[in-house]
């Protein structure tokens, strides 16, 4: 005697039919909410950053190259914000590992074009942009702080995080990072 999971009445395959017809529908579902959830956040993160950057922008485009430069060199220097910040992340590496029931998936898989194509938006054809992944904050450049609402988790994440590098080149030629 041979044993099939498909039933054999119709009543049966038409309800085993239904149930696989609902759980595929359910899996599209959560595919789509993910991906919609994930543009999201990318788009609200690319903004906050991009705000950030442009106020920082428009504050030194007024400026001399040599006063750029120093003021370059002042908004370098790390602030309470950012050691409060530092602090907060070396609590969260020695804590506990967090709970192993969330699941954490790779999002943000567009940031650095987002971020570049929004910047390009907001500071005008006047300035040149450019977006760069780097290992760490380079010596010269400004430290943006991170938004509230990503610091937590940027603190609990703090050896995958991707760092990038922004330059942007005033209409006098002067480059900042």
Do not use: C, K
């Not at 039919?17 to 690319?46: C, D, P, Y």
């Not at 969330?102 to 040149?128: C, I, K, N, S, W």
């Not at 010596?139 to 050896?159: G, M, N, S, Y």
Request: cysteine-free; hydrophobic content about 45%.
């Amino acid at each position: 005697m041979r044993v099939t999971l498909w039933p054999h009445s119709l009543f049966g395959r038409l309800l085993a039919a239904s149930v696989i017809a609902v759980l595929l529908a359910q899996a599209v579902v959560l595919f789509l909410i993910a991906q919609e959830r994930e543009r999201f956040v990318l788009q609200g993160s690319a903004r906050e950053w991009t705000r950030r950057i442009v106020e920082t922008t428009l504050m030194l485009q007024p400026l001399s190259p040599a006063e750029r430069s120093d003021a370059v060199g002042e908004l370098s220097l790390p602030h309470e914000h950012h050691a409060r910040l530092m602090r907060h992340a070396e609590m969260m590496r020695n804590a506990p590992p967090p709970d192993s029931a969330f699941v954490r998936l790779p999002l943000l898989t567009d940031f650095e074009r987002t971020l570049g194509t929004q910047l390009h938006g907001a500071l005008g054809p006047g300035y040149e942009v450019q977006v760069t992944p780097t290992p760490d904050p380079a010596p010269p450049a400004i430290a943006v702080p991170v938004p509230f609402f990503e610091a937590h988790e940027l603190a609990a994440h703090q050896a995958s995080a991707q760092r990038y590098d922004v330059s942007v080149r005033f209409a006098d030629g002067d480059t900042v990072l």
